[in-house]
């Protein structure tokens, strides 16, 4: 297997009529999703994606999502998963950021994605609907009418750019994570044989494909030939139909951040539903606040948890793996490294530190991504060298998270380096949210904090000095904030102050900021 494809190749010929993927009560076999797949890969081809090439996948979670991934990856093409609920400007920056010429979608999007026509755009053409508004678009039944004479695979290589994923930048601008085929297949086997997934299991695809936790449901699933549950939209809303989901699809593998864990248990569903089948839970992303985790464990004795740690730059580097029988202490550590992996922790000038010492952790892995899209400079300032020997240089990906040792040898994390924070299992750079908020024409200076609410919920909060004359309230500068973010970056609340505390240096004192906003 030395492709993402090969996965749903080597399955169709293990499990023909095996279910690769669900999505309510529809399905795909592994021979289905392979058939589609090359269907998909023989029409962006023909019509003239070359190898390399990125092509955009804009919709919400859905069957067609399996079909995208693999179809795009089959014609030599990278996928770029793009949220179909972001801000126009934002879709319309990772399309001409990433040169997509070729969008596929949904018929649920074609509202959406007419309006995005009606800006100047590259796209050459939409697939998945029907009459858009520029007329290049293609229907899924005609993609599935494709006859298959002529078609020829695309050779592609291990080191070939397999996806882009965007996430927040410091400076206000998305960055674009580069995996290649190398990559994923190493995060895909590494995660499926650290937690023993077999043909047998049924894997709960909880996140969107624009979050790096789905990769375990569309790469770790299928390298072991094992079932992906993509969870619908409505049901990630909902504890009450979510708890009757995980209990009907008989779920045996759960993987999400922790807020829908610990919704699923305040709601009360877990005394509902009968989640026996639940062998494995895995969560990451944000902690997991520790009395709710202990909760759980009460409820799902069975099963086995695993705290997963890992930037998207890496996929997945530690883990923590723990049964229902283990005493917690007050902190979750992220534990070990994981397989073909090593790391250091390293001061501010770049020297090892003790072990009992805290710094920051840096990653060498086979799972490391390739840089970042269109950004050499931002890729050389994420890589710490190391000289291994004379000619000999080992690169680290720098996660700006601040770590230590504790007493039995575990990696704690401690916090961050920079001001990157996560909230429901979205990496938020304050600096970007500052930067919009900066940007308003009443604002004269801001700062964007997080605060704990009684549930011990990050909340993000933003406090706003106005310019002279210009009184402007809350709600309109969340709406600004609306137009030009992704939902799960929107400052929850935002207050005025007429000055803000200051430290001796000038700095502003966040300190008193975060007592008067708590």
Not at 63 to 83: D, H, Q, R, S
Not at 273 to 284: A, E, N, T
Not at 314 to 339: H, K, M, R
């Amino acid at each position: 297997m030395n492709t993402l494809p090969n996965f749903i190749e080597n399955s169709a010929n293990l499990f023909p009529n095996k279910e690769a993927f669900r999505f309510g009560k529809s399905s795909l076999t592994y021979t289905d999703l392979n058939h589609k797949t090359n269907q998909l890969a023989k029409h962006l081809v023909d019509s003239g994606v070359q190898k390399g090439d990125r092509v955009g996948i804009y919709m919400n979670r859905c069957l067609e999502t399996a079909i995208a991934i693999y179809g795009i990856l089959k014609a030599g093409a990278a996928y770029v998963p793009i949220n179909p609920v972001a801000p126009r400007s934002r879709v319309q920056f990772l399309i001409d950021d990433c040169g997509i010429q070729f969008l596929v979608t949904v018929p649920k999007q074609k509202k959406r994605i007419n309006k995005l026509l009606e800006q100047e755009t590259a796209l050459k053409q939409v697939i998945g609907i029907t009459d858009s508004l520029d007329g290049t678009s293609i229907s899924w039944t005609s993609i599935f009418s494709i006859a298959m004479n002529g078609y020829q695979k695309v050779a592609i290589l291990s080191d070939d750019l397999a996806y882009v994923m965007y996430t927040s930048g410091s400076t206000g601008t998305p960055k674009g994570i580069m995996h290649t085929h190398k990559s994923g297949m190493a995060y895909a086997q590494l995660s499926s044989e650290l937690y023993g997934v077999k043909p047998e299991d049924r894997v709960a695809n909880h996140a969107p494909i624009h979050f790096d936790i789905s990769t375990f449901g569309y790469f770790s699933a299928p390298f072991a030939s094992a079932t992906t549950i993509i969870i619908p939209d409505a049901h990630t809303n909902l504890p009450a139909s979510l708890g009757a989901l995980i209990a009907e699809e008989k779920i045996s593998i759960w993987y999400s951040v922790p807020l829908a864990l610990s919704q699923l248990l305040l709601s009360g569903v877990l005394d509902t539903y009968d989640f026996s089948s639940i062998r494995w839970v895995l969560f990451g992303g944000e902690s997991f606040t520790i009395k709710y985790l202990k909760r759980l464990m009460k409820k799902w004795p069975q099963a086995n948890y695993s705290n997963v740690y890992g930037p998207a730059e890496v996929n997945q580097c530690t883990y923590y793996n723990f049964s229902s029988n283990i005493i917690l202490e007050d902190y979750l550590p992220i534990g070990a490294v994981w397989n073909e992996t090593e790391f250091k922790v390293i001061d501010e000038n770049e020297n090892q530190v003790e072990k009992d010492s805290a710094g920051e952790l840096v990653i060498c892995s086979t799972t490391m991504m390739k840089g970042y899209w269109n950004n050499a400079a931002l890729t050389s300032k994420s890589l710490f060298t190391d000289k291994v020997e004379e000619n000999i240089e080992k690169k680290y990906y720098r996660t700006g998270d601040i770590v230590r040792h504790d007493a039995k040898n575990n990696l704690v994390f401690l916090g961050r380096k920079d001001r990157q924070v996560k909230i429901r299992g979205y990496r938020i750079e304050l600096d970007e949210v500052e930067a919009v908020l900066n940007g308003h024409h009443a604002v004269e200076e801001s700062t964007v904090c997080v605060i704990e609410n009684e549930n011990n919920e990050k909340i993000l909060t933003a406090a706003v000095i106005l310019m002279f004359g210009l009184p402007t309230e809350s709600k309109e500068l969340i709406s600004y904030c609306r137009s030009k973010l992704p939902t799960y970056a929107i400052p929850h609340r935002i207050e005025i102050f007429e000055n803000f505390p200051r430290t001796g240096s000038g700095k502003i004192d966040l300190t008193q900021i975060k007592q008067v906003l708590i």
